[in-house]
T-cell receptor
Framework: DAGITQSPRHKVTETGTPVTLRCHQT?????MYWYRQDPGHGLRLIHY???????DKGEVSDGYSVSRSKTEDFLLTLESATSSQTSVYFC???????????FGPGTRLTVT | QQQVKQSPQSLIVQKGGISIINCAYE??????FPWYQQFPGKGPALLIA?????SEKKEGRFTISFNKSAKQFSLHIMDSQPGDSATYFC?????????????FGAGTQVVVTP
């Protein structure tokens, strides 16, 4: 998994609560990405980042925010979790060859 | 709206057979086409990739075929093995995209029976 860890690996939360997922990488990659994976949709990009404090929105960013205060950490926050955000979330990094992305092990989030 | 359409959704192949997964795209600006392999409970991993200046790329038992005029590309898994059972995603991106963003297909679950 190219030195990428995600925490927590599993989480169950209630509708309306805030949730933060963490991605940590040891590869010193400048590019980092958050995806969600849902059956029939493949992987959809939520937010992405190039370096510290340089982030932008992906195709499914509504209800999500991100922060990157250190090169190695990329946080994804669900400001007020909804059942539609039940999904598996993957963090990825891009190195020297930016189109080659390396994925973490994922976080399975269930919103009840 | 998915920019990369992948088929079939799932397939079952016998050991030793050939698995074929197809992808189609509309955006002619796409110029990098990777395939990712994902085992249950794991993150996707880059398997093989192709650029449109070649029509075929082979790595071991995995081959990508690319048809630029038809805007289609496919993954062939030769001599399929039970260990190849996984979900496969095609993707596409543009070299001009400095963020390196990928557009993924919906995925194909491959089951190789002994």
């Amino acid at each position: 998994d190219a030195g990428i860890t995600q925490s927590p690996r599993h989480k169950v939360t209630e509708t309306g609560t805030p949730v933060t997922l963490r991605c940590h990488q040891t590869e010193n990659h400048r590019y980092m990405y958050w995806y969600r994976q849902d059956p029939g949709h493949g992987l959809r990009l939520i937010h992405y980042s190039y370096g510290v404090k340089d982030t932008d929105k992906g195709e499914v960013s509504d209800g999500y925010s991100v922060s990157r205060s250190k090169t190695e950490d990329f946080l994804l926050t669900l400001e007020s979790a909804t059942s539609s955000q039940t999904s598996v979330y993957f963090c990825a990094t891009g190195g020297t060859i930016i189109h080659e992305q390396y994925f973490g092990p994922g976080t399975r989030l269930t919103v009840t | 709206q998915q920019q990369v359409k992948q088929s079939p959704q799932s397939l079952i192949v016998q050991k030793g057979g050939i698995s074929i997964i197809n992808c189609a795209y509309e955006n002619t600006a796409f110029d990098y086409f990777p395939w990712y392999q994902q085992f249950p409970g794991k993150g996707p991993a880059l398997l093989i990739a192709i650029r449109p200046d070649v029509s075929e790329k082979k790595e071991g038992r995995f081959t990508i075929s690319f048809n630029k005029s038809a805007k289609q590309f496919s993954l062939h898994i030769m001599d399929s093995q039970p260990g190849d059972s996984a979900t496969y995603f095609c993707a596409a991106s543009m070299k001009s995209d400095s963020w390196g963003k990928l557009q993924f297909g919906a995925g194909t679950q491959v089951v190789v029976t002994p």
